[in-house]
């Protein structure tokens, strides 16, 4: 049971900030196609973002490491 809750949490992890990424990355080219001389506004927005969703992702990781690391 511990290794499938440990299997989800990765996979959650893994694949919940890589969803984030490429709609990030979506949408960012889609506003810089639309309105290019917006480069710099959308540049640091999608920096943000990006931030924002690895740290979710450590932070994940961080809790599963220390909810599953007493042994």
């Known amino acids: ?3 499938f809750v440990i299997f989800m949490v990765m996979f959650v992890t893994i694949i ?3 969803a984030v990424i490429a709609a990030i990355g979506y949408a960012s080219i889609r506003a ?3 309105n290019p001389s917006a480069a710099p506004k959308i540049l640091q927005a999608m920096i ?3 931030l924002f969703a690895e740290s979710i992702a450590v932070i994940a ?3 599963l490491f220390q909810l599953f690391g007493r042994g």
């Open 32 to 34: 810089l196609g639309r």
């Open 16 to 18: 919940g900030p890589s």
């Open 61 to 63: 990781l961080l809790i």
């Open 48 to 50: 943000v973002a990006l």
């Open 1 to 3: 049971m511990d290794n």
